[in-house]
């Protein structure tokens, strides 16, 4: 889908302006969103689903100001993108749960840490995809390994059953504990406390820097796909920005166990598999899918598991990941 595209008009769109009020407008909802997670101290299912919904009524709508600057075509490639980006930070966070857990962080703290590891880490994919595209665009042939990455994470992911996350392996991990001062409990959300005229770190420090290097990871998988679906960063990043609006309240669903999309798993596998043998095919100028044609498949595939999901959703499923 990242090849050929038309170039949108409303380009202009794209000024220093809009990106400052984009950006505020954003970090109100997170403001908004963790001032709901401070009133208490853990969300309900019916809150977590209401607020889940929100949210991605919030990310939806961002595809109606995507339709009138850029019309019905980009539309289509930003839904493509917010779906499948939408899944990929949904398994992230079974991850983010066994982390989590192994630090033995209180449900209270939980939702700073996850916000604060968010917002860095839209950092670094905002530069992933900037960098990318260039890369695309310099050298052709480049999409051709950004397309075997993808089969290969496709492949990883019909083979992977079970969560496994080892934060006592993680280098940066290692290296903090070893110089840096680190408290042995927690004080709140504090990531940063005095004692005795000292200035320490508390193990919170240990749980942000294991969520953004295994951030740094799924990025692997994520910023190729979606540069698989455009190349347009407007339509790339806000994709992205709109997936990881109201993660909480999707954490908090998965933390409570009860909503498990276990097709979704799969689809995702085939997804990114049929994006990685496309963007291979296209690369060594074999044959082209329409764009089109890729985002109907795509969208078919992620809505139909969510539907299946939904239906079959009791019993434990061979794809479920175990936390």
């Known amino acids: 889908m990242a090849e050929n595209q038309p170039v949108f008009d409303g380009m202009d769109l794209l000024t220093l302006e809009f990106w400052i009020i984009y950006h505020i407008v954003i970090a109100i909802f997170i403001v908004i969103d963790l001032w709901v997670a401070h009133r208490r101290e853990e969300l309900t ?9 929100i949210w991605i009524i919030v990310g939806v709508a961002w595809g109606g100001v995507v339709y009138y600057f850029y019309g019905l075509e980009a539309l289509g490639l930003y839904m493509a993108a917010y779906l499948i980006e939408k899944m990929l930070s949904m398994d992230n966070l079974f991850v983010f749960a066994v982390i989590f857990s192994y630090f033995s962080v209180p449900m209270k703290i939980q939702p700073l840490v996850l916000y604060v590891g968010i917002i860095t880490a839209v950092i670094f994919r905002a530069l992933f995809i900037y960098g990318g595209i260039l890369l695309i665009k310099a050298f052709h042939f480049s999409i051709v390994i950004f397309g075997a990455i993808l089969l290969y994470s496709g492949y990883k992911l019909t083979k992977e059953k079970k969560v496994s996350v080892e934060p006592e392996k993680n280098p940066i991990v290692k290296m903090a504990k070893k110089y840096l001062p680190i408290t042995d409990k927690y004080y709140g959300t504090k990531f940063i406390v005095r004692n005795q005229g000292k ?13 953004e290097t295994t951030d740094i990871i799924f990025a692997v998988d994520s910023i ?6 455009t190349t347009n960063f407007f339509i790339a990043y806000t994709s992205n920005i709109s997936a990881v609006l109201g993660l909480r309240a999707l954490y908090s669903l998965i933390s409570l166990t009860v909503l498990r999309f276990k097709y979704v798993g799969k689809a995702l596998a085939i997804i990114l598999m049929y994006l990685g043998f496309k963007m291979i095919l296209s690369g060594l100028n074999i044959f082209y899918i329409p764009t089109s044609i890729s985002v109907t498949i795509v969208m078919t595939i992620l809505i139909g598991s969510v539907i299946l999901s939904l239906l079959k959703k009791d019993g434990d499923s061979e794809g479920d990941k175990t936390i």
């Open 45 to 53: 299912f019916r809150d977590a689903t209401i607020w889940s919904i």
């Open 224 to 229: 190729p796909a979606v540069l698989a679906i």
């Open 199 to 211: 200035l320490y770190f508390t193990p919170l420090i240990l749980v942000l820097f294991t969520i």
